[in-house]
């Protein structure tokens, strides 16, 4: 009952393209998920795992809704979508990786000796895999 | 049930149509710069000033995007440069494709330097690659010193941060230091140019860092 306004409001601006940058995002996802399986042959999506970044600019629940919008009345309406989230790496060049670190939270030197610190990684956005049911296998069900 | 390895980029169309504008972009030497911001930070406003200072001197020209309205590429082409306005009609970006249809509509002629405005947004806009040189983030002074670190992404990305509206510094609690360190540490080695369109504070050293970036692109064969 919840998802029903929402999944609603994200599905009547596809038309235009796509006013949130995650619509896009779950646009491709999708047109990726669906190229992989039709090169296999006929088939149902049935669940797709990307790897997004903390310097990615996504809100991992705004690309989900995203992907209800996208994937709702076709297909592969079931499909779910896993968000796998990879938060930067601040490293200090004495210690090493800062672990304590909460995601969105900056620091501009180490807690522990002062140093400068680094930022590496985070900008993941990529599909790492999917599951899908081939349709002879759905039909002998 | 059947699991397929994919490992593939979310956005690799966008960044094969941004591949496709830098083959285009190459031969001409044509200097490409994505302008970045959120909306009313100055960055038509920067470009007129760049206009007005390089008088003629460099073909300059713009691809404007904005969700609605004309007015931004009518500003620059009254000032007699070619500009092209992309309507988004909604969306909150721009990508590779949209700045590939503008091109064959409109061929704004061989330019030495083109800027692309993108969509007013701090967020949307820095995922996606449009064939520039480098990205620059514009940050007025009115919008307050922590923003570097509340949008971390654009700021990691963009080569170059342009404080806006410095002239405005007596007048706001802007912690032009904390900006420093800020963007410093998201981006070591970046550059920071503090400028005013009013006062013409910082335009000249804005000017001569787009003037030197041609002249790397002109002598480095690429």
Known sequence: MAREPRRARTAGIIPGGGPLHELSLATEIYRTCRATIDARGPGRLDSARVAIGELAAVEPELLVYAWEAVVSGGRDTAARLEVEWHPARQTCANCGELKERAPGNWLRICPACGGPVRIAGGDELDVIDLSYTPDEEGTAK | ?222
């Open chain 2, 1 to 222: 049930m059947t699991h397929l390895e994919v490992r593939q980029r979310i956005l690799a169309d966008n960044e094969a149509a941004a591949a496709a504008l830098r083959a285009r972009f190459a031969p001409a030497r044509t200097l490409v710069v994505n302008l970045i911001s959120s909306p009313g930070s100055g960055k038509t406003t920067l470009l007129e000033a760049t206009v007005r200072a390089f008088g003629g001197r460099l073909r300059l020209g713009a691809i404007e995007g904005d969700i609605a309205t004309d007015r931004d590429a009518n500003r620059l082409r009254a000032l007699g440069i070619p500009a092209h306005q992309i309507l988004t009609g909604g969306s909150c970006h721009l990508d590779a494709r949209q700045v590939i249809r503008a091109l064959e509509e409109h061929d704004l002629g061989p330019l030495d330097v083109l800027f692309i405005e993108n969509v007013g947004n701090l967020v949307c806009p820095t995922s996606y690659d449009l064939g520039e040189d480098f990205k620059v983030a514009l940050l007025s002074v009115t919008e307050g010193e922590d923003k570097p670190f509340k949008y971390p992404a654009i700021f990691a990305r963009a080569s170059v941060t342009v404080v806006t509206k410095a002239d405005l510094l007596p007048y706001v609690s802007f912690k032009l230091d904390e900006v420093r360190r800020q963007v410093g540490a998201l981006r070591p080695g970046g550059t920071l140019l503090v400028t005013s369109a009013t006062t013409g504070e910082g335009v000249a050293v804005w000017c001569a860092l787009l003037e030197q970036h041609l002249a790397e692109k002109r002598g480095g064969g690429s």
